[in-house]
């Protein structure tokens, strides 16, 4: 079946200092979308990209969808305690059963104040 | 309003037993889906339903039921509960633009 390499596995940064994550696969994707889950709670969608070579801003979030359909990197800026938590890249297919979206096997970010 | 509630958070239970999770949606999407989150944190599909039509069912023992009793919800239903099926499963719902996830239920088996 289709997988996500998502790397790195963990981060452990100082606060202040600026994150670099991405997910690679062998297939193509449609649709790339990042997606943040802190403690205790449901993923929650941070970055949807839909076009290859899109570069999308979300405050200090920027994400890129690869030229290659292939794979996609997010970038966190000037990290904050708040930023703790795992990162997950996720793949979409349209269309009938291939709707459904892979996820990478997240990156657990730890940021030290 | 919570988008995606699900119900319980946690269910602690015994092997052998029966359990449902519930899940309703106020997004007004026709999909919605159910992913298990194991203990290393790996997201992996179970089902998705659209339109009350099961469209995907990825592998999973057929102990495990979804039934949509309407578009707004996705319940799941465990039979015979096994230690191996303790985890976090989590509800969710969605079209093309992304999945809008629930808070999960923690289920242990003991």
């Known amino acids: 079946g289709q997988q996500l390499n998502q790397s790195p596995q963990s981060m452990f940064i100082q606060e202040g200092e600026d994150v670099s994550m991405n997910c690679t696969s062998s297939s193509i994707f449609n649709t790339w979308l990042w997606y943040k889950q802190d403690p205790g709670e449901g993923p929650v969608l941070l970055i949807a990209?839909?076009?290859?070579?899109e570069l999308t801003s979300n405050g200090r979030l920027t994400a890129q969808f690869g030229i290659t359909r292939k794979d996609s990197f997010l970038n966190i800026s000037a990290s904050i305690p708040s930023d703790v938590g795992i990162y997950f890249c996720?793949?979409?297919?349209?269309?009938?059963?291939?709707?459904?979206?892979?996820f990478g096997k997240g990156t657990k970010l730890s940021v030290k104040p | 309003d919570t988008a995606v509630s699900q119900t319980p958070k946690y269910l602690v239970t015994q092997m052998g037993n029966d359990k449902s999770i519930k899940c309703e949606q106020n997004l007004g999407h026709d999909t919605m889906y159910w992913y298990k989150q194991d203990s290393k944190k790996f997201l992996k599909i179970m089902f998705s339903y659209n339109n009350k039509e099961l469209i995907i069912n990825e592998t999973v023992p057929n102990r495990f039921s979804p039934k949509s009793p309407d578009k707004a919800h996705l319940n799941l239903h465990i039979n015979s509960l096994e230690l191996g099926d303790s985890a976090v499963y989590f509800c969710a719902s969605g079209q093309s633009l992304g999945y809008t996830f629930g808070s999960g239920t923690r289920l242990t088996v003991v």
């Open positions: 996720a793949g979409q297919l349209y269309g009938g059963s291939q709707g459904n979206l892979i």
């Open positions: 990209l839909y076009k290859a070579g």
